[in-house]
């Protein structure tokens, strides 16, 4: 299978325990995302990375967040001090996209994980 | 930022009945709108999507429309079947952005139900 990978699918985990979740990108891939979804709610972005470069985060990721995607292949994003209220899928994303002010091609064709689910308890 | 707002929440429909779902956005900079498809407990999956230099483009049974001087968009599915029930959502961003924002914005999700 050569589409988005994300482990683990599910964890459960303690109110103020710290979390991490891992995300491979379709292999040729230079752009990742991040989004949260909550029940019933379309995804959210939460983060971006072109290659290694982390290049736009949304006010949604607060400073307990950290995404990091050392070698611009896999992405790791951790939640520490977790609350009640980051229960929800995490999403990873990836595309395919051009250089800095060009046009991309395709555009922004982004193709989406299955999701690891967190239930804080 | 960019809003979406996509109707209706909920669609019934009878097999090999039409469904259409639409969206409305904010932000006329936006010039790319894909549409996905989540199944129960799977990530989004892309089916469709639409550039604003297109005012139509279909795939089969399902066609994608775009309105850019009334900022909306609509999914079109012709002659639905069963394995068509899934939860739709709309999406916009800027498709090319010397910014480098393609973030997607998404709408609320429609459940779709095709009822044999």
């Known amino acids: 299978d050569t589409g988005v990978s994300q482990n683990p699918r599910h964890k459960i985990t303690k109110r103020g325990q710290n979390v991490t979740f891992r995300c491979d990108p379709i292999?040729?891939?230079?752009?990742l995302y991040w989004y949260r979804q909550t029940l019933g709610q379309g995804p959210e972005f939460l983060t971006y990375f072109q290659n290694e470069a982390q290049l736009e985060k949304s006010r949604l990721l607060s400073d307990r967040f950290s995404a990091e995607r050392p070698k611009g292949s896999f992405s790791t994003l951790e939640i520490q001090r977790t609350e009640q209220g980051d229960s929800a899928m995490y999403l990873c994303?990836?595309?395919?996209?051009?250089?800095?002010?060009?046009?991309?091609?395709?555009?922004?064709?982004?193709?989406f994980g299955p999701g690891t689910r967190l239930t804080v308890t | 930022g960019e809003n979406v707002e996509q109707h209706p929440s909920t669609l019934s429909v009878q097999e090999g009945d039409s469904a259409v779902i639409k969206c409305t956005y904010s932000?006329?900079?936006?010039?790319?709108f894909p549409w996905y498809k989540q199944e129960l407990g799977k990530g989004p999956q892309l089916i469709i999507d639409i550039r604003s230099n297109v005012g139509e483009k279909k795939d089969q049974r399902i066609a994608v429309t775009l309105n850019k001087t009334a900022k909306h968009f609509s999914l079109h599915i012709t002659e639905t079947q069963p394995e068509d029930s899934a939860v739709y959502f709309c999406?916009?961003?800027?498709?090319?952005?010397?910014?480098?924002?393609?973030?997607?914005?998404f709408g609320k999700g429609t459940k779709l139900s095709v009822i044999p």
């Open positions: 999406a916009a961003s800027l498709a090319y952005s010397g910014a480098g924002s393609y973030q997607l914005t």
């Open positions: 932000d006329s900079a936006s010039n790319y």
């Open positions: 292999s040729e891939h230079n752009r």
């Open positions: 994303a990836s595309s395919l996209g051009g250089g800095w002010g060009g046009r991309s091609t395709p555009p922004n064709e982004q193709y």
